[in-house]
């Protein structure tokens, strides 16, 4: 009966174990650690078996115990300190003293249940089969109690389904019927609450077709949920509709834990709720009933699933149920923000306002009912509307007898405007008159609520509406002797200037009252006590001076002077107070902000130069006694290198080693034993601390056990910090920056795939790209060794980063463009030893990476235009609309790297890119080039075709060249290019290259309809036209086709060659694109030299003009062209008529006379004769 087990554990251990006093419960825990895990799971399994003790303290710890040494089987046999074949035989011998400990056990059959189903979950890490063989004993044992509705017996089926889904979904249609049983006798609270879970739980791994959940947490996102009516999950939907009733009968504390298991059904098995339209029917009844903000987070999670708005609420049945929830969800909500509001409204006044973001205790009930509010309003979408305008107007009416009816109605405006600002755009005014109204009460908590609708109304593109009321209400508030008002109001001032309203006519005024109010408060008492709200008050109102700086540029220069010294001795104040330092380095950020603003002059150069005085200071000083927060520190450095630029050089080496040592240290991350509760927690979304203050969170790892890990957030923070300020140093300092280069390439390199946080790797691949482009600047031969690598690195991460942050994964694809873009500029000035590295195979990793990538991301936008264009159901209106459009501007943002990223490197390899371009560009870009109803794929790839034609060779021309001739005959089409300028432009790019490096029939099966395209367009005056791009491809592509170079159709009769050329004279100088400059401008010289352009005028114009630009700096020409320029000069000075030379040459602007007569001079001694 005890299985050879030992007497290992005894009823002393057991009472040393949970003695109070800590020598003997240290020294049984230290003894028991020390024992095997196998001898412990034999020990505690025997003193149960031999009922040494019947008492419920014992057994609990035993089954406790006896769980986490279950847990720890299979861990101990995958590091090698248990064989495989000991461990599977020690669970299997498990199952059946288990089971009956079970069943007869009086107490702790909940711990039971999980020592059965851990048993499980061990025994299908070592050996599925033998798993398969536990489960169906466990079953055969358990299910007459859970037809019975035994709670435990229910509990243990529910718990094995989450440990063991792989196992329990061959069992699906007996656990069905056991369920049903079940449900028809289960009465009491406890049994009802089991039944529920056993529900929740069977779904799950129904849905999940018998996969686990990963570690516990991985939720699938809401938006890539289902509803499928023929699901196993909506068969056992129809079962919960005898169970609502039941719940109903609930005392509060069931009802509120089965309200959670329903939350979790919503987001994890939707199916299972509105799998059948009765069943969603009925729970959305049940929950309405309820009445409780947990019942509404129900419906919420639940309707959150795309299919219930897109595909369920357009239905008839549908509509009624959309009807029931606009009707009472949106109502209830707002009465519950109500009632939360608490009414002491002088005591709230009184309380300082904190620098944080910070929802105080008795306001979390608000600010939840308000998040619900606003995601309803997201669901219901346009239909929402009949409901929350009366909604309004019912609480503006009855504000004038209850101050929340108020706060409410402003609040309602406020979570429209940021949920459906396209639906909620003609009540603006209402909005905006309210908030105004408002804010001249008396009262505080309204001041501050209508503040806050104010600055809704600014970050929604709303400031212009209000224009300068806003901006007046802002002020008039800003004195307030309530701290949260006055914060507020300077926070409306920030949202107002960032919303690019109109400012600078203003800025006096508001200076004055910052100046004059919050800045002008003591922060310290004359008993030394910190006054909370002056501080955040005048933090805030400093923030404000930034922004108004920000938004003014130039125009705050006649502030300056006035504002600068306050900043100054508020940086240069030394205090001991924590808080006192948030208020030093917000002065600090201020001034560097406000230097930015007005530029580069000796005003801000004489105090940059304090402030990095002050700076370098903090930076010696001991970590834990610094005046200023080093993250503010190093990010103002880094401001003031932006304005300073190759003059801040001499500060680096004093800066960057805190940079590096941020950059460097090690993320404190702990691991230790976590527990059921905690895993829940995580489940459910719930933020965990632990007692430091860290993030934490509690997963379930096969083999180890509840894990809580908890994560140093701060020290995170500081490595993105870290990364941001040497992004900003080495973009402003470029090649002062690059003897710093390899350093922080190293330490930045292992952060690409920094785990812990997307923040992190986007701002490290940022970076590096930044100091990549300071090393090819420098000439720092550490290029052509990290090119490689970093290439590898960032593509390998872009793959593993998933769509989930779409900001980080866009950083993180620009980064890659930047640093292969930095490697072609360096290539383009004729310096090869970038790439003296770079293989193919390099190449071919990274194009093999970046194509899958691009095809995902295409494949996201196909079903983004599909859900636009209702393929996948009915949209609930505008503001949905516009979020899928934002949604596919996000992944264009993506993709557009991406695209660059596939260039550069087929303009690295040359002819040696065309295999890739055969096997791994051309089979998903080809199907494009006819034509897409997603404009960017076409362009993406017409794109890439066309740099295969100029760069890979004849063998790439002759095999793709009449393939990208289809292309770009849709392109310029407006029929086919969706009117798209990108595609037609490089479609017109495309042309040029045909026409240059393919064989010179490829076009002319549409020759008539290109040219006269191409005539059209190169017709159009550039400054008559903001797209100049656009003119100079055309007649950059019209001059490859008949004029300059091969001109495959200069044969065609029906052209006139005088007339275009004089049409390709008119638009020269070309400026947009450098390289199609060169080529025309040569072609240009030749044109002339050959006597085919004649216009004297004309000529001595576009040399003069181009002169002028490559004076500029402008790479327009290359030297041979630049030796023609001046041989066609001379020719002129010696063939045409002095008259009509003079007349010419005064025609010119001065500077290009100057340029004329230096060119001349060095090519004869007889300059230009001047009028």
Not at 146 to 169: I, K
Not at 946 to 952: K, T
């Amino acid at each position: 009966r005890t299985c050879g087990m030992s007497k290992i554990v005894t009823l002393d251990l057991l009472e040393a174990l949970l003695s109070p006093l800590a020598a003997p419960r240290q020294e049984a825990e230290c003894h028991l650690q020390s024992l095997s895990v196998e001898d412990r799971v034999k020990g505690l399994t025997s003193i149960l078996l031999e009922n040494a003790t019947k008492e419920a303290r014992h057994v609990t710890l035993v089954a406790v115990l006896l769980r986490r040494n279950i847990i720890l089987i299979a861990g101990n046999v995958l590091s090698k300190t248990l064989d495989q074949s000991t461990a599977e035989n020690l669970l299997k011998e498990l199952v059946s003293p288990l089971l009956e400990i079970f069943g007869a056990s009086s107490f702790a059959r909940r711990q039971f249940a999980h020592c059965l189903a851990e048993v499980c979950s061990s025994l299908s890490i070592l050996n599925q089969a033998q798993c398969d063989v536990a489960v169906r004993v466990i079953m055969e044992k358990i299910a007459p109690a859970c037809s019975a509705a035994d709670p435990f017996s229910l509990h243990c089926l529910a718990t094995m389904c989450e440990r063991s889904p792989a196992s329990m979904v061959c069992y699906l249609d007996s656990i069905l019927s056991l369920i049903a049983n079940a449900n028809n006798t289960a009465n009491d609270n406890s049994s009802i609450e089991s039944l529920l879970e056993a529900f929740v739980s069977v779904a799950v791994a129904s849905e999940r077709k018998g996969a686990a959940i990963d570690l516990g947490v991985n939720l699938q996102k809401q938006n890539e949920l289902k509803i499928d009516p023929q699901s196993q999950s909506a068969r056992m939907g129809k079962l919960l509709l005898s169970l609502f009733p039941k719940l109903e009968r609930l005392d509060d504390e069931t009802k509120t834990r089965c309200l959670q298991s329903l939350v979790y059904a919503a987001g994890a098995s939707p199916s299972l709720l509105a799998g059948d339209l009765s069943v969603f029917a009925s729970l959305v009844q049940f929950c309405i009933q309820t009445n409780t903000l947990l019942s509404l987070e129900v419906l919420v999670s639940l309707c959150s699933v795309p299919d219930i708005p897109h595909k369920l609420f357009p239905t008839a049945d549908g509509m009624q149920i959309r009807s029931m929830l606009c009707q009472h969800v949106l109502s209830q909500c707002a009465n519950f923000m109500v009632t939360s509001l608490d009414e002491e409204i002088i005591e709230w006044a009184q309380e300082p306002a904190t620098l944080f973001e910070d929802t105080a205790e008795e306001d979390e009930d608000f600010s939840y009912a308000t998040t619900l509010f606003g995601r309803f309003v997201i669901i219901l979408g346009n239909g929402s509307l009949p409901v929350l305008l009366p909604l309004v107007e019912s609480f503006m009416a009855a504000g004038k007898n209850d101050w929340r009816q108020f706060c409410v109605a402003l609040t309602i405006m406020q979570t429209c405007l940021y949920v459906g600002p396209i639906m909620f755009a003609p009540h603006v005014t209402v909005a905006l008159e309210a908030a105004l109204e408002l804010t001249k009460t008396d009262h505080a908590r309204l001041q501050h609520q209508a503040l806050l609708l104010l600055g809704a109304l600014c970050e929604s593109d709303n400031a212009e509406i209000g224009g300068q009321r806003i901006l007046e209400a802002a002020v008039r508030l800003v004195p307030s002797p309530c701290s949260k008002v006055s914060t507020t109001a300077s926070a409306v001032i920030i949202s107002y200037c960032r919303a690019e309203a109109t400012v600078e006519p203003y800025c006096r005024e508001v200076l004055q009252v910052l100046v004059t109010g919050p800045l002008s408060q003591q922060v310290i008492y004359e008993n030394n006590q910190v006054n909370y709200g002056a501080l955040a008050s005048k933090v805030r109102a400093i923030g404000a001076v930034a922004c108004l700086a920000e938004a003014c540029a130039e125009g705050f220069r006649p502030f300056y002077e006035a504002i600068m010294p306050g900043l100054l001795g508020t940086v240069q104040t030394h205090g001991s107070f924590e808080e006192g330092a948030q208020l030093r380095g917000g002065a600090m950020e201020a001034i560097t902000i406000i230097g930015q603003a007005i530029g580069h002059s000796d005003l801000y150069a004489r105090d940059a130069e304090e402030l990095m005085r002050i700076a370098l200071i903090t930076l010696k000083s001991p970590t834990d006694n610094q005046d200023i927060p080093l993250d503010q520190v190093l990010s103002s450095c880094a401001r003031v290198a932006t304005v300073m630029e190759e003059q801040f050089t001499p500060f680096l080496p004093e800066i960057l080693p805190h940079i590096l040592e941020r950059i460097n240290a090690v993320v404190d991350i702990s691991y230790e034993e976590g527990n059921e509760a905690g895993l829940e927690s995580t489940k459910r979304g719930d933020l965990e601390m632990d007692d430091d203050g860290n993030n934490a969170m509690t997963i379930l790892i096969p083999g180890k056990g509840f894990t809580k890990i908890s994560i140093d957030m701060s020290k995170i923070e500081e490595k993105s910090q870290a990364c941001r300020a040497t992004y900003e140093l080495a973009f402003a300092l470029g090649a002062s920056f690059a003897p710093y280069a390899e350093e922080f390439i190293s330490a930045l390199k292992p952060l690409i795939s920094y785990a812990y946080s997307p923040d992190v790797r986007s701002t490290a691949c940022q970076a590096l790209a930044a100091v990549f482009e300071s090393a090819c600047k420098g000439r720092v031969p550490l290029v052509a060794q990290t090119l490689p690598a970093l290439s590898n690195a960032i593509c390998e991460q872009i793959a593993s980063e998933g769509d989930d942050d779409m900001e980080a994964l866009y950083a993180i694809c620009e980064s890659l463009s930047d640093i292969l873009c930095s490697a072609y500029e360096q290539l383009s000035s004729n310096d090869r030893s970038v790439l003296s590295n770079f293989t193919i195979d390099n190449g071919t990793v990274i194009v093999k990476l970046l194509m899958g990538l691009i095809s995902s991301c295409l494949e996201r936008r196909r079903v983004l235009f599909e859900t636009l264009e209702g393929v996948h159901g009915a949209l609930a209106g505008e503001d949905e609309q516009n979020e899928l459009k934002q949604k596919l501007d996000m992944e264009e943002e993506v993709l557009n790297p991406l695209i660059n990223s596939v260039g550069y490197v087929l303009k690295f390899l040359k002819q040696d890119f065309l295999p890739l371009f055969e096997t791994h560009v051309a089979p998903i870009l080809g199907t494009f080039l006819k034509g897409s109803s997603d404009t960017r794929a076409q362009f993406a790839a017409v794109a890439l075709f066309d740099d295969c034609i100029e760069h890979c060779g004849e063998s790439a021309a002759q095999r793709f060249g009449s393939i990208l001739a289809e292309g770009v005959l849709v392109g310029i089409n407006p029929s086919t290019n969706g009117g798209d300028d990108d595609v037609l432009r490089t479609s017109i790019y495309g042309i040029a290259q045909i026409a240059r490096y393919c064989p010179p029939n490829t076009l002319e099966p549409y020759a008539q309809s290109i040219l006269l395209n191409l005539m059209a367009l190169g017709k159009v005056p550039k400054d008559e036209n903001q797209d100049v791009h656009l003119i100079e491809n055309a007649v950059s592509a019209l001059a490859a086709l008949v004029l300059i170079g091969p001109a495959p159709l200069g044969h065609m009769k029906f052209l006139n060659r005088d007339d275009l050329i004089a049409t390709f004279l008119k638009q020269l100088p070309f400026r947009e694109d450098e390289d199609e400059a060169k080529i025309c401008h040569a072609g240009f010289c030749d044109l002339v030299i050959q006597g085919d352009a004649k216009d004297t005028s004309e000529i001595m114009r576009i040399v003069g003009e181009i002169l002028v630009h490559l004076e500029d700096g402008e790479e327009l020409a290359c030297q041979e062209t630049k030796v023609q320029m001046t041989k066609i000069l001379f020719e002129m000075q010696q063939k045409v008529q002095p008259h009509v030379l003079q007349e010419t040459f005064g025609s010119l602007s001065e500077e290009a006379q100057k340029l004329v007569n230096v060119n001349l001079q060095q090519y004869a001694p007889n300059p230009v004769v001047t009028p």
